[in-house]
């Protein structure tokens, strides 16, 4: 019995909304470890600097730290799909950034370090709503504005109490929203 052409539509919208899920999914996955490990990042240096640590380059042993991780985890994901070589726009992309951010310290150099504090989760919130609304991964999205929402929070209300706030909703939350992300 052939298709009308009514069920030959139903039938590819069916089909498209399984194809952007299970991409959506596949995204998902493959950001929850890197959620996970810069939540974990972000609660130690969090946690020290909550704790008043005072080891002057920890954040930067952190960040460095971090950013191998994620490159590892990168390259460890990418072992199982077809090779392919390191994309030039990676390393641009990190460099724009870098760049991007330490123009922005020039033009307004933060004056306490509660505003720093602030402005890298609030510039990674950005970041995964940009890749929400790009993706249509409403759960990038809701991650993102949690996480900005948060922040500013804790900036506005909780000044004394800021660094173990994020510690708790900063790196804790990038850990809660990987384990979410790798459910889907």
Known sequence: MPLSPDEAADALRDISKTEQWSSTAYGYR????????????????YGATAAKLRWDPLWLVLVLTG????FWIGWRM????AKKAFDWRFGATFV??????SAVFVVMP???DAQIGAFFPILVAL??????????GARMLIAGAALAILTLI???YLQSQFAMWMTIVGGGG???GGLWLRSA
Not at 34 to 42: K, N, P, R, S, T
Not at 67 to 70: D, F, M, P, V, Y
């Open 30 to 45: 493959m950001a929850a470890p890197h959620l996970i490990l810069w939540g974990v990042v972000w609660a130690i240096g």
């Open 67 to 70: 950013s191998l991780g994620s």
């Open 78 to 81: 990418s072992r199982g799909r």
């Open 96 to 101: 724009a950034v870098v760049l991007f951010i």
């Open 110 to 112: 933060p004056r306490t």
């Open 127 to 136: 970041y995964y709503a940009l890749i929400g609304i790009w993706t249509r």
């Open 154 to 156: 804790g900036f506005l």
């Open 174 to 176: 990038l850990i809660l």
